[in-house]
């Protein structure tokens, strides 16, 4: 019975993780950057920060909101001097972790030397977690969400100094 709760308990704790993608491979592509931002944001410094937040001021308020069920925010956002610097297929170990089980691509879109694409995991139909990949060729932004359910959530952190988050057009 101990051997089958134990089961029970790893496979529960592997589906838990699975949404947290291996950002090291962009660590190659930190040390070619002019600019770099990289945030690093799991689910104790998270509930940390949002309990210093008020739920009654404004700005506040809509930030403690956008972040309400996150679970942790992992963000590498990479600016180049020379285009050319970055290759999409820099890209690939972080892709390769994609083709996982309940991974889902919700948009692909490409354009000339651009790419964006957001994906979304789900566990039991639910999405706990989304990944947001920007790509230009001197520019690169990686986000990946835990616990988000909603695109709309990710939007609003924008209004925060949160590089790369925007849909519909450049920052």
Do not use: C
């Amino acid at each position: 019975m101990r051997k089958i709760l134990l089961g029970v308990l790893m496979a529960l704790a592997t589906t838990a993780s699975a949404q947290q993608l291996d950002l090291s491979s962009l660590d190659r592509l930190a040390d070619k950057a002019e600019s770099k931002t990289e945030i690093t944001l799991d689910e104790a410094t998270l509930n940390s920060t949002t309990a210093l937040l008020s739920e009654k001021k404004g700005t506040e308020a809509v930030a403690r909101k956008a972040v309400e069920g996150l679970k942790g925010l992992f963000l590498r956002s990479y600016e180049f001097e020379k285009p050319g610097s970055f290759k999409l297929e820099d890209l690939k170990p972080l892709m390769d972790q994609l083709k996982a089980p309940n991974w889902t691509p919700i948009l692909r879109a490409k354009e000339q030397d651009e790419q964006t694409e957001i994906w979304a995991h789900r566990t039991n139909g639910v999405i706990d977690g989304m990944v947001l990949i920007a790509a230009e060729e001197d520019e690169v932004t990686v986000i990946n969400a835990i616990g988000l359910t909603r695109i709309e959530d990710l939007s609003k952190l924008r209004d925060f100094g949160m590089p790369g988050i925007g849909f519909g057009g450049r920052d």
